[in-house]
Every structure is written in structure tokens, then in C-alpha cells.
Nanobody
């Protein structure tokens, strides 16, 4: 079965950290741009980060730059999003996408979407 599966979300206090994982099955992540998007209740979807292929050039939204780190482990067909110094405004459902364009993360044209993993930042 071809799919993307996110994991690693949960409840964390402000200032804490989480690491999200996006694992592919049925296809190889290495040749895709992998993006993380998030959507909070009542808000529009927001692009968070993207890692491109080839070359693993990365992009971060201004709101997370310096706090989040995206990385790829091709041997595990996994892309990670390390989230540090979390803030209440980071609360959202986080989704990963795979875009065969490689040099772009296009949510509307993505080849695959995961089901999402919820992140709640609260004391």
C-alpha cells in the first residue's frame, strides 16, 4: 500500500520539544520533496518546512525558523521535523506531503498526503 504516515505528535508544555516523523511505504522518499504543513482549528493551512530533492535544501516558514529542523534519513524512508522551543501558537494538526516535483512542496499538487498528527502546546 502506498502511503505516508506521520507520528510523534502529542501534548507538550511551552518551551518543550517534539520530533515528528513522516514515513513512506510503497515508494521511496528520497526522490521527493517532503513538506510539513499544519492547520489549527479555525485557521488556514500553513506551510511549515520543506526539504527538497536532490540536494536536501531546506525551507522554513518565518514563524518556525530557528526553532524547527527538517531532516531526511533515506535508509529509513523517513523525514523528521524536530520542533524545539514550542509555543502555544504551534498547536495544530501537522501533515506531511510528498511532491515528485522535487524542488517544490506544493500542497495542491502533492502526490501523497499523510493523515496528520496532532500537536498541542499547553501548560
Amino acid at each position: 500500500q502506498v502511503q505516508l504516515v506521520e507520528s510523534g505528535g502529542g501534548l507538550v508544555q511551552p518551551g518543550g520539544s517534539l520530533r515528528l516523523s513522516c514515513v513512506s511505504s510503497g515508494f521511496t522518499l528520497e526522490h521527493y520533496a517532503i513538506g510539513w504543513f499544519r492547520q489549527a482549528p479555525g485557521k488556514e493551512r500553513e506551510g511549515v518546512s520543506c526539504i527538497f530533492s536532490p540536494g536536501d535544501i531546506t525551507y522554513y516558514a518565518e514563524s518556525v525558523r530557528g526553532r524547527f529542523t527538517i531532516s531526511r534519513d533515506n535508509s529509513k524512508n523517513t523525514v523528521y521535523l524536530q520542533m524545539n522551543s514550542l509555543k502555544p501558537e504551534d498547536t495544530a494538526v501537522y501533515y506531511c506531503i510528498a511532491d515528485s516535483a522535487g524542488t517544490m512542496c506544493r500542497p495542491r499538487e502533492a502526490d501523497y498526503w499523510g493523515q496528520g498528527t496532532p500537536v498541542t502546546v499547553s501548560s
